[in-house]
């Protein structure tokens, strides 16, 4: 399949993150695109480098003064002190409910509270680089099918279906899935679905389309009362406005088997194959795998060719974007099954 790589990903490279108030390694490490790149490599797939700019999207779907924040964000930090290029920024406080978010304090540790979601969305210097060159790659692959091709993977890290108009979150800071919907909606798509596969509900995702109709989100993933991120993806978000209806979370109990996820998948294709959509982006978590050591799915590599089959039957032309999948040995085989399984 025809995949766009992230030539800039090994740039976001944080020391580490926190769990249960340690410091561990981060899950979410170059090492992952590496294993997916040599997985393609060896099955011969068709790889190249972005070349098309995302900021027409980016500017869609974030607003100006989150992007102007996360492109200075490490040179900010830098500024407070050379010594901080080894240090790893921290946010201090979260203007959370009662507090206002209106006014950016000048404080930079205030400043990544208030674009921020969570403690878990580390930065370092290449975070910039390395998130913008993914969102060109899915710039990219939209420009691609506009010229004819039939589906495009996104082999990119960091992922970006937790971010949201205005903030970074588990691991996320850039919403690739949406700048491939909206690329696609700019190159003369009228409808649009986004399916995230991804364990971990697309909160930021969600949020940037909850008010479209144009754009149908709809999401399987563990349930938001025992999983990450805890405070969206119930099923009872549907949409707002004009994008009442347009919304279709299917939250699953933690260790779901594969056979429930796959009558979830089926609900899911068929909300999509109502939307009579011109086109579909698959946020493609692979972090369902049984082996994935954040996640609590039962999926087996078999079954990630089955979704890639049933992903074909839909009949529509697909992008492909990398999200989670922390198993990163694994990763690139159960991503070649999902593309393989897509093409046969
Ligand atoms: C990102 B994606 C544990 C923090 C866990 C949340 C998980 C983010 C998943 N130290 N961070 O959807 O795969
Ligand atoms: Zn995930």
């Not at 800039?8 to 490490?29: D, I």
């Amino acid at each position: 399949m025809l995949t766009y790589l992230n030539p800039g990903q090994s740039q976001h490279a944080p020391r580490f993150e926190f769990f249960r108030g340690e410091r561990v390694p981060c899950f979410e490490g170059p090492a992952r695109a590496d294993f997916v790149e040599q997985a393609l490599r060896a099955r011969g797939h068709a790889l190249r480098m972005p070349e098309v700019d995302s900021t027409p999207q980016l500017e869609r779907i974030h607003t100006p003064r989150y992007l102007c924040f996360l492109r200075t964000a490490w040179d900010q930090w830098l500024a407070l002190g050379a010594a901080n290029a080894d240090v790893q920024p921290f946010p201090s406080v979260w203007p959370v409910r009662t507090l206002r978010s209106d006014v950016e304090p000048a404080n930079f540790t205030a400043r990544l509270g208030l674009y921020s979601m969570d403690n878990g969305s580390p930065l370092s210097a290449g975070t910039w680089a390395a998130a913008k060159m993914a969102a060109d790659a899915a710039a990219s692959a939209a420009q691609a099918l506009q010229g004819g091709e039939r589906a495009a993977f996104c082999a990119t890290r960091p992922p970006g279906h937790h971010a949201g108009p205005d903030f970074m979150g588990g691991y996320c800071f850039l919403n690739n899935a949406a700048v491939a919907a909206q690329a696609l909606r700019d190159g003369g798509a009228a409808r649009v679905a986004v399916l995230d596969v991804d364990y971990h509900h697309g909160n930021g995702t969600q949020a940037i389309f909850y008010d479209r109709a144009d754009v149908l989100f709809v999401s399987i993933h563990g349930d938001p009362r025992t999983e990450y991120p805890f405070y969206l993806g119930h099923a009872d978000e549907t949409g707002a406005g004009e994008g009442a209806g347009c919304n279709l979370n299917l939250p699953l109990p933690a260790g779901s088997s594969a056979a429930t996820w796959f009558a979830a998948l089926e609900a899911a294709c068929a909300r999509v194959a109502r939307h009579r959509a011109d086109a579909l982006v698959v946020s493609l978590g692979l972090d369902t795998f049984a082996g994935d050591p954040i996640s609590t799915f039962q999926l087996q590599a078999a079954d990630f060719t089955c979704l890639g089959q049933r992903l074909r039957r839909l009949g529509l032309p697909v992008i492909f974007v990398l999200e989670g999948g922390y198993a990163a040995a694994a990763l690139g085989e159960n991503a070649v099954c999902v593309l393989e399984g897509f093409e046969t």
